[in-house]
């Protein structure tokens, strides 16, 4: 058991990572539709907090967390806390859908790491695996490289920005795959990598979306989760972040479910300049592509169920603010990235008439998030990376990046997104089809105050999202707010119900 490590929080959001197989080739960086070269920002990923706990490949104790002041959860205790358990007791696991999740750099280790995460925790094998036979049936595990990317160290005392730092990436890669595969065990997941996260702020977002374009025009995934975002008032025009939204456009029209992260600073984000240190928006704002009509938003909780079983509430042992909320569930998560956009009008699926009792107001434009999902690294999952421990990556660990192999727990609207993603896996197969964009559907299920109280846990508490003294937050109410979106779901409930509403042809 090595020492513990706490880990300051990220000022800005985290950025996604990648991984290292390359079953389908590289594909050049063109793919898809282009943006014209105008400033932008650097997508981050939503890794905000983590605790290195050990380097051994066996899990740390619920006690060892204990004395770390966390709680860890396990994929059978996240998916018994939301009811998910008992879908996949019925057989539905994601089987025969295919989740996409796009990072980017990448490194080597991600799909033993993968590995070693679903043999710690009883989870199917996956083809792909190292060392694993491929048989009839088996989940798949691949990647797909966008361009070629350069792993290099900075040189010695580089006062470089930070914002191609590899480790911190790593860590957000091994969160999305092994949240994907935790909540939808049966699912494929495509690990769709690009090639930098910051060029001179104009190449990172475009390959991103360009990467997404590729994945849908080739009909190689169903679903698409993404834990990255930034400010919308950090691109350089309004137009330069409209001409990104190429690949959302042609995921509705090809039926697949997107969803991204609503960001890990409350109300607080950055501009793109100066590059070394962004200036705040001195104003309430919300993060870009979670603000996007036809992106699924996805904000944060404190989840206070016991850590082992997932299947009661626990008020007495440490994580979060669990504690100082007894006989609450789930608390609003104080990070979670939420709010009113700045380009995109209130979208119809967003109706004052039928908001949920109690709901905060919408506004004219844009409300994030749309539903949540545990965040908090105090009451976070447990991660397996060996990145920062990979001496030919060219990995840095500046004050503040993971600089050790083993298991961590990680905090994040990156964790949300991921799990959401899995939850969709299952829904299109409960469905068997794709459903497409899921806002519709969820806001008329949460119209009705039966299925509202049945399908979602209502998240009413906590004070705000306020993370800066100078900028105001959103509170947590009943029905919808600007926090915690509708709630987080009853799985057993919400899943069947979406399926049975999906009005989306499988294309």
């Known amino acids: 058991m090595s020492r513990f490590i706490p880990r300051r929080r990220l000022a800005l959001l985290a950025p996604v990572a990648v ?8 594909v050049p960086v063109t793919a898809g539709h282009s943006s014209r070269a105008v400033a932008m920002p650097a997508p981050r990923p939503a890794v905000s907090e983590f605790t290195h706990l050990t380097s051994s490949t066996t899990p740390p104790s619920e006690a060892d967390c204990y004395s770390a002041g966390r709680r860890c959860f396990t994929p059978q205790s996240l998916r018994a806390s939301y009811g998910v358990d008992r879908l996949i007791a019925a057989g539905k696991d994601g089987s025969g859908v295919t989740i996409a999740i796009v990072d980017s750099f990448g490194y080597p280790t991600v799909a033993s790491d993968l590995k070693v995460y679903s043999q710690q925790f009883g989870l199917p094998m996956m083809c792909g695996f190292p060392g694993v036979t491929c048989t009839a049936g088996m989940p798949t595990f691949s990647e797909l490289k966008i361009g070629n990317t350069q792993v290099k160290a900075p040189p010695p005392g580089s006062k470089g920005t930070g914002q191609e730092a590899r480790n911190i990436w790593a860590l957000e890669v091994a969160l999305d795959v092994q949240m994907a595969h935790a909540t939808a065990p049966g699912a494929n997941i495509l690990l769709v990598t690009t090639p930098t996260a910051e060029t001179l702020g104009v190449q990172g977002f475009p390959q991103m979306m360009n990467a997404e374009q590729y994945v849908i025009d080739h009909g190689l995934a169903d679903v698409i989760s993404q834990s990255f975002g930034s400010g919308e008032e950090a691109f350089g025009s309004t137009q330069s972040l409209l001409n990104l939204r190429h690949a959302f456009i042609s995921a509705q029209a090809k039926g697949v479910t997107v969803f991204a992260s609503s960001g890990d600073g409350g109300t607080v984000n950055s501009y793109k300049e100066p590059v070394k240190n962004p200036r705040t928006i001195p104003f309430p704002s919300v993060i870009w592509p979670a603000s996007d009509p036809l992106v699924t938003a996805v904000g944060g909780t404190y989840l206070c169920t016991d850590a082992e079983t997932g299947t009661h509430v626990d008020s007495v042992n440490p994580g979060g603010k ?5 006989g609450e569930r789930e608390v609003a998560w104080t990070f979670s990235g939420g709010g009113f956009s ?27 998030p749309d539903i949540a999902y545990q965040a908090s690294a105090g009451t976070g999952p447990l991660i397996y990376d060996t990145a920062p421990g990979d001496v030919d990556s060219g990995l840095i660990c500046p004050t503040g990046d993971p600089c050790s192999n083993g298991w961590y727990v990680v905090g994040g609207t990156s964790a949300s997104a991921p799990q959401w993603a899995g939850l969709a896996a299952i829904t299109d197969q409960i469905a068997g089809k794709r459903l497409g964009l899921i806002n519709d559907d969820l806001y008329a299920l949460a119209a009705s105050s039966a299925t509202y109280a049945a ?6 508490t906590m004070n705000t999202n306020q993370t800066d003294t100078s900028i105001p937050g959103y509170p947590a109410t009943p029905g919808w707010d600007p926090v915690t979106g509708l709630g987080t779901p009853a799985a057993d409930v919400l899943l069947p119900a979406l399926a049975a509403a ?6």
Do not use: E, K, M
């Not at 669990?322 to 007894?326: S, T």
């Open 19 to 26: 991984a290292a197989l390359a079953v389908f080739g590289a």
């Open 502 to 507: 999906a009005s989306t042809t499988a294309p």
């Open 322 to 326: 669990c504690p100082l909320y007894p």
């Open 342 to 368: 700045h380009v995109f009008p209130r979208p119809a699926y967003q109706n004052p008439a039928t908001a949920p009792a109690g709901s905060y107001p919408y506004q004219s434009t844009r409300g994030i």
């Open 455 to 460: 399908a979602f846990y209502d998240i009413a």
